[in-house]
């Protein structure tokens, strides 16, 4: 006769039990969540936005530092986004992009230029080989939507203002056997749209 198989845990994570545990991991260092492998624990009621406003049960978290913790322990698997800790692994919701850059500095000039950008909660990355920009165009309107990769596989949305910066930095340059119009960041350019296709 068989054992009969334990029963299912049934507590549903919450947004404390999260927070517990990844302020515990965040003591040894940043996050290894790529080598986290706990199980799905089902969906959390947790929203990023558009504009990178993180929202819990409806309501936006208003601590900053709840959200860089929160920040700092996503992961993106295929097409979803998860939060990660050594014991549970939840589904959220993103919008867009799990981040915002909100501002950008830039240092040299020229060939030697190196944009640094800051996301909404305090991430800085320097656009290069490593950490790519790339522009998406929504099919009917041709509204580009600029990204720089902050980690892993996770991105920020350029916000409106640093991409208004960014073209006024832009220059064009062959790319294959056609001229784009783009940016240039640690030996790198990034192209952001073709040349004939400015106005």
């Known amino acids: 006769?068989?054992?009969?198989?334990?029963?299912?845990?049934?507590?549903?994570?919450?947004?404390?039990?999260?927070?517990?545990?990844?302020?515990?991991?965040?003591?040894?260092?940043?996050?290894?969540?790529?080598?986290?492998?706990p199980p799905f624990c089902g969906d959390l009621d947790m929203r990023i936005a558009r504009d990178g406003t993180w929202f819990y049960l409806g309501t936006p978290i208003g601590r900053k530092p709840l959200v860089k913790l929160f920040s700092s322990i996503i992961r993106k698997d295929g097409e979803d986004y998860f939060l990660v800790t050594p014991v549970e692994k939840v589904g959220i919701t993103v919008e867009d992009a799990p981040f915002v850059a909100i501002d950008f500095d830039v240092t040299n000039s020229g060939p030697d230029q190196t944009l640094t950008f800051t996301t909404q909660v305090d991430d800085i990355v320097a656009?290069?080989?490593?950490?790519?920009?790339?522009?998406?165009?929504?099919?009917?309107?041709?509204?580009?939507?600029?990204?720089?990769?902050?980690?892993?596989?996770?991105?920020?949305?350029?916000?409106?203002?640093?991409?208004?910066?960014?073209?006024?930095?832009?220059?064009?340059?062959?790319?294959?056997?056609?001229?784009?119009?783009?940016?240039?960041?640690?030996?790198?350019?990034?192209?952001?749209?073709?040349?004939?296709?400015?106005?």
């Open 1 to 37: 006769m068989t054992n009969p198989k334990e029963p299912e845990k049934t507590d549903r994570p919450s947004a404390d039990s999260i927070a517990q545990s990844a302020s515990k991991a965040a003591k040894k260092g940043p996050a290894p969540v790529h080598l986290w492998n």
């Open 127 to 199: 656009a290069g080989p490593d950490n790519p920009i790339r522009v998406k165009r929504d099919p009917e309107t041709g509204e580009p939507s600029p990204y720089i990769l902050v980690r892993a596989n996770l991105e920020a949305l350029i916000d409106r203002k640093s991409f208004y910066r960014l073209v006024d930095l832009g220059t064009h340059e062959e790319v294959g056997d056609k001229s784009w119009f783009g940016v240039r960041s640690n030996g790198r350019f990034f192209p952001i749209i073709p040349s004939d296709e400015l106005v």
